[in-house]
């Protein structure tokens, strides 16, 4: 079995590198442990966005943020949880996350996950997906999941019984199949571009694979290898609900090394710069063929 720092060092990954997916990935280990003891109550606060946050978001950050600030390497971080990036050190890399993403679906027992960006930079300002040096995404189900990439393909760990992070998936491909996760369907009610594109999932029987969770439904186009995931702006919301930096830039970093594509309809979204910590955007990310197919419903 070759462990989650054995695959690193394979890669020849650089030590400081290692330091910090490390970290990560044992911040991952004490948010899964936290989701299991959740009882799903409100933190009594709200987020930098207004969104009423559960006491395991609260906890989540905390437990990312307490890891990330005692690895020497990690110079700044940035968290959905935060109001601004936060200089931590002087190390060389820069962390951004969302700690618990979906936490809207914790009270009814869906699976949430954790989506981490990690860049070398000292700021996340200006900076595009593409300037990523690695992403993971985890997923917390009936078992705990991470997916890496360190620019070398999309891989899949396994959290074992013993706390160690198991190779379960080399080399993740991404082909063409009937599979979509529609999200924001309430965009249909003024956008016909959309419905138009819903109506051709469904007249074409494509199986329908939607959660409300952002990692649990791109989690299902990595192991099914085909898919759609889409999530369109409309009316006083055009660039939709998520957030480029915390979740749309890891997700299409780790889609294009499957050999898949994300888009924001119109260009490439690893290409877009960043000019605010909360900027969001619309997606479409998955199959190829798919996701040329939203950018022409909706041109």
């Known amino acids: 079995m070759k462990t989650l720092k054995d695959y690193l060092i394979s890669k020849e990954v650089s030590a400081d590198l290692i330091s910090v997916i490390k970290t990560v990935a044992a911040s991952i280990v004490d948010i899964a442990d936290a989701v299991r003891k959740s009882d799903g109550s409100k933190a009594g606060s709200s987020n930098i966005y207004g969104e009423e946050q559960l006491a395991l978001d609260v906890l989540s950050d905390k437990i990312m943020m307490d890891h990330l600030k005692k690895n020497e390497n990690v110079g700044l971080v940035g968290s959905e949880e935060l109001d ?11 962390v951004c996350s969302d700690p618990l993403d979906g936490s809207s679906l914790v009270d009814v027992n869906l699976s949430v996950g954790t989506i981490v960006g990690i860049y070398k930079t000292k700021s996340f300002i200006g900076t595009k997906g593409d300037d990523q040096v690695a992403a993971i995404a985890s997923l917390y189900g009936p078992s705990t999941t991470l997916f890496l990439t360190i620019r070398a393909g999309l891989v899949q760990f396994k959290l074992d019984k013993n706390g160690e992070w198991i190779l379960m998936k080399d080399d993740i491909q991404i082909g063409e199949g009937k599979m979509f996760a529609p999200g924001n369907l309430r965009a249909c009610s003024e956008r016909d571009d959309y419905l138009k594109l819903v109506n051709f999932w469904v007249t074409n029987q494509y199986t329908l694979r939607y959660s409300g969770g952002m990692i649990p439904d791109i989690n299902q186009i990595f192991l099914k290898g085909k898919g759609i995931f889409s999530y369109p702006g409309y009316g006083d919301a055009p660039d939709g609900k998520l957030r480029l930096l915390y979740e749309c830039a890891p997700m299409s970093l780790l889609m294009e ?3 898949g594509m994300s888009s924001d309809g119109k260009m490439r979204l690893l290409d877009k710069e960043l000019k ?19 950018e022409e419903y909706l041109d």
């Open 84 to 94: 601004d990036e936060l200089v931590i050190g002087e190390g060389d890399y820069a």
């Open 276 to 294: 605010d910590l909360g900027q969001r955007s619309p997606i479409f990310i998955g199959s190829n063929e798919e996701v040329k197919r939203c």
């Open 257 to 259: 090394q499957a050999g």
